[in-house]
């Protein structure tokens, strides 16, 4: 009995370690998720102020589309593909979700594949779906390790699209939806084509004076399409490693309601053992209580 007791108070001890452990990782989550969501917020004025740049660059330009983000090089057809995921598990279906979405997208679509996969899991289903990555990004850890992993994504695509002529270059992650932990999405990003130019160019400006561009105006323009490139990647990299958090956070909010079964089943389990062992006790007492009053008359 002390044996089966002892080994009871061990899985208690156990399981509110890990309760402990869970309750943290769900605070840490939590934490995450705000920081990332408040960098998506911060970054729109800046994308929207980015984008009536493009516009009164494109109004200048109209009938003459710029060629923008098409390759030079002699190969065709190149299709590129940036893939966000995750490092950590503990994630549930994150990525299995974003990487089923991608396979399906780019199974579709003609010419020379090549993918880049953020973080280790994503790379891991991708390579065995037989969409193995070129090349691998380790997932920022904070909201400051994003810059590094953009700039570094930036020198990757630009690579890709010099090579290939007609170039296309694809975004696929997760982004934090409303009644739902999240859901997988998927944006073009080159070439900037006319349609996109026009669009950029039919944008109101918020003033009645209309802006126009000083000096070097392919300098600006060229300034400004990085920038664009840089919040687009950026927005996407934040919604995903929000999302990513949010899935951990559910699934450590039903972990946690798992622990709080199992520690409700042991603590019971416990003291019925406990109980027997009290009731055994007392029964030994009362019978040789009364042995010992036998005896006497």
């Given at each position: 009995m002390s044996d089966s007791t002892a080994s009871l108070r061990r899985k208690i001890g156990s399981a509110e370690d890990l309760q402990s452990v869970v309750r943290t990782?769900?605070?840490?989550?939590?934490?995450?998720?705000?920081?990332?969501e408040q960098s998506v917020r911060a970054l729109r004025d800046y994308y929207r102020t980015v984008e009536l740049g493009l516009g009164a660059c494109f109004r200048?330009?109209?009938?003459?589309?710029?060629?923008?983000?098409?390759g030079v090089g002699t190969d065709a057809g190149g299709i590129g593909a940036i893939v966000f995921g995750s490092d950590q598990g503990l994630v549930g279906q994150f990525n299995d979700v974003v990487a089923d979405h991608a396979i399906s997208a780019l199974s579709t679509l003609p010419g020379t594949l090549q993918i880049w996969a953020v973080g280790e899991r994503?790379?891991?289903?991708?390579?065995?779906?037989?969409?193995?990555?070129?090349?691998?990004?380790?997932?920022?850890?904070?909201?400051?390790?994003?810059?590094?992993?953009?700039?570094?994504?930036?020198?990757?695509?630009?690579?890709?699209?010099?090579?290939?002529?007609?170039?296309?270059?694809?975004?696929?992650?997760?982004?934090?939806?409303?009644?739902?932990?999240?859901?997988?999405?998927?944006?073009?990003?080159?070439?900037?084509?006319?349609?996109?130019?026009?669009?950029?160019?039919?944008?109101?400006?918020?003033?009645?004076?209309?802006?126009?561009?000083?000096?070097?105006?392919?300098?600006?323009?060229g300034a400004l399409i990085r920038e664009y490139l840089f919040a687009s990647l950026f927005t996407a990299c934040a919604e995903s490693l929000a999302s990513e958090n949010a899935s951990r956070l559910a699934a450590m909010q039903r972990a946690e309601k798992n622990i709080d079964d199992l520690l409700e089943e042991l603590g019971g389990a416990f003291h019925r053992l406990r109980q027997s062992g009290i009731?055994?006790?007392?029964?030994?007492?009362?019978?040789?209580?009364?042995?010992?009053?036998?005896?006497?008359?």
């Open positions: 990782m769900k605070a840490l989550a939590a934490s995450s998720i705000g920081q990332y200048e330009n109209m009938g003459n589309p710029v060629a923008v983000g098409e994503v790379h891991a289903r991708l390579e065995d779906a037989g969409f193995p990555p070129d090349g691998l990004f380790a997932v920022p850890n904070s909201v400051q390790g994003i810059t590094s992993l953009v700039g570094r994504i930036l020198v990757e695509s630009e690579a890709h699209y010099r090579r290939f002529e007609g170039s296309e270059l694809y975004l696929f992650y997760n982004r934090p939806a409303a009644g739902a932990v999240y859901e997988s999405v998927n944006r073009q990003l080159l070439p900037l084509d006319a349609t996109w130019q026009r669009d950029l160019a039919d944008i109101p400006w918020p003033t009645p004076n209309l802006a126009e561009v000083m000096g070097d105006r392919a300098a600006t323009l009731d055994e006790e007392l029964f030994d007492v009362v019978s040789g209580f009364e042995a010992l009053t036998l005896e006497e008359k």
